[in-house]
């Protein structure tokens, strides 16, 4: 297992480097650069003010140079600072990180927990009403888009129910706590967990189907066992496995954050961020950024597999 | 007799509570999108901005900023200032009294402190209407190169007069000073390197505002609290909370949910709310004219026939009153505000068939349709180019929109790799763009006129020189009325229209004014009368 887990830490290091090389060069293609989030083109426009903010962004570097340096400075734990607002882009990214766990975490949680517990339920009754009326409220769930559900949220509950807050993660008004920011917390998390919920119901309805059909099931039941046992004690553990892959897959979501929900809900997160940080070439904000959803995402990835040994017995790692 | 004077002694207080309350604020609180919108931009600082000042102002304090309707300036840390005859020597008299929100005095010392810091050499200041005009301070470029100890053209009179010395004549030069927001030399305590990025903006801002700094959530808002020493009076609010927002649309549910008083809506909006009572409406020209700009250094836009059959295939007046809902004005030139246009001009009005003789005329051909290229991401101005096309279509001009949000400063400015754009300009009577106009004014523009449009018209330029250095108020507006009719009579652009802005507040807020300046303003909104009222 550690030999396993030595190799896949090597193996991720050219993939990060890969993946700032890729992120860098798209950036540096595409037109314009952070010079034009200074000059409005409303305003009038002065030749010399923006070769000043190029050359005080070193935009006036060739791009293997800035590349170079920024490397250099990431390896030591410096990305830099943003474009934009001057603060270190680890500081920015922390802050809304902090925000994006929270949101998506809590959606995510209460997402996996009913879907789950959903999914249980029908797949132990097919073609039943409940299984039919809640299979199809999943695919609604799934193919409705966030920020519509979002809105309709928004109407009902805010502008004409007033039960929740229309955004923000806290009161105005009043000093930050717990409770202020759980209030508000309830809708936008509340809309992502849709997605979760519709998903993972599916998922373990279509996992406890598989299970439940298979022959140690049939065998388990055949020898008279309680019902009860075959399905807490063979049927479930067993259906649970794909789903873990699933969770594994989605931790990533966690730190990318949820850019329509975050937008109209205004929560301050990493979806938000990143489409603040493109919209103004804000370089070292991309970059950073990039690096610590890559830095996560092989990290949940290995951590799945490492998941998955532990679960199944059968699976092993040399 | 004892419980009749009881009753009257009670009547009597109940009725001066209200009256002691506003004398102390009691005003409420204010929360509102100050930034939403054309204008705003959240999380920003003196120095640095590009927009936002409406709020900024609400804590800094330039020595002039715009009047209530942008049409002129208003005395802030100045309350008068004057010049010699050729515009380069500019005298400054200070406003007595005024205090720091620390309490310190504020004295000519700290403007001149002001300038010197920003233009220090190693300054991380940036924001471009405000450097530009100190930049033309005498002995500037010297001092920000670091081969002078001092910038030459700043001279301290006294405690409230300066002196400020131009390299170069300029009669609009007060204008040139709206976002120079004065900072205090005694509470500064950051090198002018950090301007950029010093915490001290968010943490424990000074400044000499109708507010004062209290409490600042990154990514959530800013609140202030009345500033008691405030020249115009203490404002009568208890709060002021600008809250952030991703988008415009959120600002507008939380309006509409009573979570905040004020807020920037698009036009579609406030035609809604406007009709409901509970909520006031406020509008006002954007000071963004919107048009279309030829690539003269292209033969087939040359001849002023095409130019103005552009002007006379489009409608206009259909385009701002159904497609844009009534939130725009048509214009004859580039000027926005009226004052600025001549008494009589041709208003181009909707005729096709004239524009399909102009264009037979002129031999108009084309192998394939123009690109008509564009910066503008909204639906409002998707709306307007569908239309354009349309209308244009219509007398044999094929074109199709493209939008290029991000690329578009890469190449436009120099001329190439466009044929028509469809954009806006905002500027003021005193930010006239001459530069766009005169021959030479963009020198990396390719082509010999080095104009933004590649042409080149010598009585232009003419009257641009005299606009440049009249001093005279009246005079120059003349010269700008004149500008305006020569733009209008040739067809130098495709001057479509300038759109309204609109603010909505609740209709508990009593004493608001709000205007949709230029990048925020700044401009004289009158904060300190500002209240809410009691539920």
């Known amino acids: 297992m550690l030999k396993y887990l030595a190799r896949r830490l090597l193996a991720s290091i050219p993939v990060l480097i890969a993946v700032t090389i890729i992120i860098f060069t798209l950036v540096e293609l595409a037109p314009g650069d952070v010079a034009d989030r200074y000059i409005n083109p409303e305003i009038s426009y002065s030749e010399e003010a923006l070769q000043a903010i190029r050359e005080r962004f070193g935009l006036d570097q060739p791009a293997p140079v800035r590349y170079i340096k920024w490397a250099t400075n990431a390896l030591q734990g410096e990305m830099g600072r943003s474009y934009i607002s001057g603060e270190p882009v680890l500081t920015m990214i922390g802050r809304r990180l902090g925000n994006s766990l929270l949101l998506m975490s809590t959606a995510m949680a209460f997402g996996v927990l009913v879907g789950v517990a959903l999914g249980v339920f029908v797949g132990l009754r097919q073609y039943s009403f409940w299984d039919v009326s809640l299979t199809t409220l999943s695919f609604v769930g799934i193919s409705l888009p966030a920020f519509i559900s979002g809105i309709l949220a928004l109407y009902l509950f805010t502008i004409h129910w007033r039960i929740f807050p229309s955004g923000g993660m806290r009161s105005v008004h009043t000093a930050p706590s717990v409770g202020d920011t759980v209030y508000h917390l309830i809708l936008p998390a509340g809309i992502l967990s849709l997605g979760y919920i519709a998903t993972f119901m599916r998922y373990t309805r279509f996992s406890m189907l598989e299970v439940i059909n298979s022959d140690y099931v049939r065998t388990a039941t055949a020898k008279g066992l309680k019902r009860r046992t075959v399905i807490w004690r063979h049927t479930v553990p067993n259906a649970l496995l794909p789903v873990i892959t699933m969770i594994g897959l989605s931790v990533p979501n966690l730190v990318v954050g949820a850019v329509f929900i975050e937008t109209i809900f205004s929560w301050p997160g990493m979806g938000t961020l990143y489409l603040d940080a493109v919209g103004g070439r804000d370089v070292p904000l991309i970059m950073g950024m990039n690096t610590v959803i890559a830095l996560v995402v092989l990290g949940a990835n290995l951590l799945t597999d490492l998941a998955y040994g532990l679960v199944d017995p059968r699976i092993r790692y040399d | 007799m004892k419980k009749l004077l009881i009753f009257v002694t009670a009547l009597a207080m109940l009725l001066a509570l ?174 002018p390197e950090d301007i950029a990025t010093a915490e001290w903006w968010f943490s424990t801002p000074i400044g000499t505002g109708p507010f004062m700094h209290d409490e600042f959530v990154r990514d959530q808002f800013w609140a202030v609290v009345p500033n008691p020493n405030y020249w115009n009076g203490a404002p009568k609010l208890d709060r002021l909370i600008n809250r952030y927002f991703e988008d415009e649309t959120a600002a507008t549910l939380a309006l509409e949910a009573g979570e905040i008083q004020f807020t920037y809506v698009s036009g579609d909006v406030a035609l809604r709310l406007a009709e409901n009572d509970n909520y006031v409406i406020y509008q006002g020209p954007s000071g963004v004219t919107n048009y279309l700009i030829f690539n003269m250094r292209e033969e087939r836009f040359q001849d002023v026939r095409v130019r103005q059959a552009f002007l006379y295939a489009i409608d206009r007046e259909a385009i701002a009153e159904i497609v844009l809902g009534g939130t725009a004005t048509v214009v004859p030139c580039l000027a926005a505000y009226p004052a600025m246009w001549p008494e009589e001009y041709n208003d181009y009005a909707y005729n096709p068939d004239l524009a399909r003789q102009l264009l037979e005329e002129a031999g108009w051909s084309q192998d394939e349709p123009i690109e008509i290229v564009t910066y503008y991401d909204s639906q409002f101005h998707a709306d307007a180019m569908a239309a354009m096309q349309q209308f244009l279509a219509d007398v044999g001009i094929e074109t199709v929109p493209r939008v290029d949000a991000e690329g578009y400063n890469s190449y436009f400015y120099t001329g190439e790799g466009w044929s028509i754009s469809y954009r806006g300009l905002g500027h003021t009577a005193g930010s006239y763009p001459f530069q766009y106009y005169e021959t030479g004014g963009y020198p990396d523009a390719v082509g010999d006129a080095k104009t933004l449009s590649g042409a080149s018209y010598p009585e232009l330029d003419e009257l641009i020189a005299q606009a440049r250095s009249e001093a005279d108020p009246d005079a120059y507006m003349g010269l700008l009325q004149d500008i305006c009719a020569f733009q209008n009579e040739n067809a130098i652009e495709g001057s479509l229209w300038t759109a309204i802005r609109f603010a909505a507040t609740t209709n508990d807020v009593q004493d608001f004014y709000w205007f949709p300046g230029p990048a925020g303003g700044p401009y004289e909104d009158h904060a300190e009368l500002w209240t809410v009222a009691a539920e």
């Open chain 2, 18 to 191: 209200p009256a002691s309350a506003l004398a102390q604020g009691g005003g409420g609180t204010l929360v509102g999108g100050f930034d939403v919108g054309p204008g705003g931009l959240s999380q920003t600082h003196p120095w640095i901005q590009t927009a936002g000042n409406t709020w900024l102002i609400k804590i800094w304090s330039p020595l002039v900023s715009y009047n209530e309707d942008i049409s002129g300036l208003a005395p802030q840390l100045a309350t008068e200032w004057s010049s010699n005859d050729d515009s380069t020597v500019w005298t400054f008299n200070l406003r007595e009294g005024v205090v720091w929100h620390d309490g310190e005095p504020f004295t000519a010392d700290d403007v001149r402190f002001t300038f010197e810091f920003v233009l220090s050499p190693g300054s991380t200041a940036t924001a471009p209407v405000g450097m530009a005009g100190i930049k033309t301070l005498l002995g500037a470029e010297a001092f920000s190169a670091g081969e002078a100890e001092s910038i030459e053209g700043i001279n301290v009179i006294d405690d409230l007069t300066i002196e400020l010395t131009l390299a170069v004549p300029d009669p609009r030069f007060p204008y040139k000073l709206v976002e120079a927001y004065i900072l205090p030399e005694h509470a500064i305590d950051f090198p």
